[in-house]
T-cell receptor
Framework: AQSVTQPDIHITVSEGASLELRCNYS??????LFWYVQSPGQGLQLLLK??????LVQGIKGFEAEFKRSQSSFNLRKPSVHWSDAAEYFC????????????FGQGTELSVKP | DVKVTQSSRYLVKRTGEKVFLECVQD?????MFWYRQDPGLGLRLIYF???????EKGDIPEGYSVSREKKERFSLILESASTNQTSMYLC??????????FGPGTRLLVL
């Protein structure tokens, strides 16, 4: 079955600390992978995406993610978290010729301590 | 930049009312989607559309219908609103690279 798992429902980090949000997927085809961020009461904003090529992708707001095919993972990282990064983060998987249909993880809520 | 707009940010309706949620995108995308988002349940796909006048059911279509008369506009209709349809509704459109772009969401309260 196709699925996306974000094992951490809620993470708290101190401002300035590094961050890693985990994402594991199960998908039959070669996956397209996405990370979105949602601030409270807002829609989802695309952070970054992976289709092919270099397995380390850079996104907006200083985020990056690494695709590891052998581990079926696409973890999101940031070297130094800012208070404004507090939000909910969603990992999603799709594929070519799926009409843009994505499978989303349940989300990870990030809190940032001063 | 892709822009997806939704007709209302907040909406309060009474049980039994017919509710229209509208979504407009300005990037000529063929594919559009409606989701609802509830705490602990993530995003659940209600309906999607691959082209004008074409629609397909998502994971939770019961109690909803959709309309796509023009390429840029995708409407979600609650024929007779119920309290269990109180939720955050998110619209998205997708480009040729399968990337979805979301609107700001409509928070619907059904009393």
């Amino acid at each position: 079955a196709q699925s996306v798992t974000q094992p951490d429902i809620h993470i708290t980090v101190s401002e300035g600390a590094s961050l890693e949000l985990r994402c594991n997927y199960s998908y039959g085809a070669t996956p397209y992978l996405f990370w979105y961020v949602q601030s409270p009461g807002q829609g989802l904003q695309l952070l970054l995406k992976y289709f092919s090529g270099d397995t380390l992708v850079q996104g907006i707001k200083g985020f990056e993610a690494e695709f590891k095919r052998s581990q079926s993972s696409f973890n999101l990282r940031k070297p130094s978290v800012h208070w404004s990064d507090a939000a909910e983060y969603f990992c999603a998987v799709g594929a070519r010729n799926q009409g843009g249909k994505l499978i989303f993880g349940q989300g990870t809520e990030l809190s940032v301590k001063p | 930049d892709v822009k997806v707009t939704q007709s209302s940010r907040y909406l309060v309706k009474r049980t039994g009312e017919k509710v229209f949620l509208e979504c407009v995108q300005d990037m000529d995308h063929e594919n559009m989607f409606w989701y609802r988002q509830d705490p602990g349940l993530g995003l659940r796909l209600i309906y999607f559309s691959y082209d004008v006048k074409m629609k397909e059911k998502g994971d939770i279509p019961e109690g909803y219908s959709v309309s796509r008369e023009k390429k840029e506009r995708f409407s979600l209709i609650l024929e007779s609103a119920s309290t269990n349809q109180t939720s955050m509704y998110l619209c998205a459109s997708a480009d040729w690279q399968e990337t979805q772009y979301f609107g700001p969401g409509t928070r619907l309260l059904v009393l």
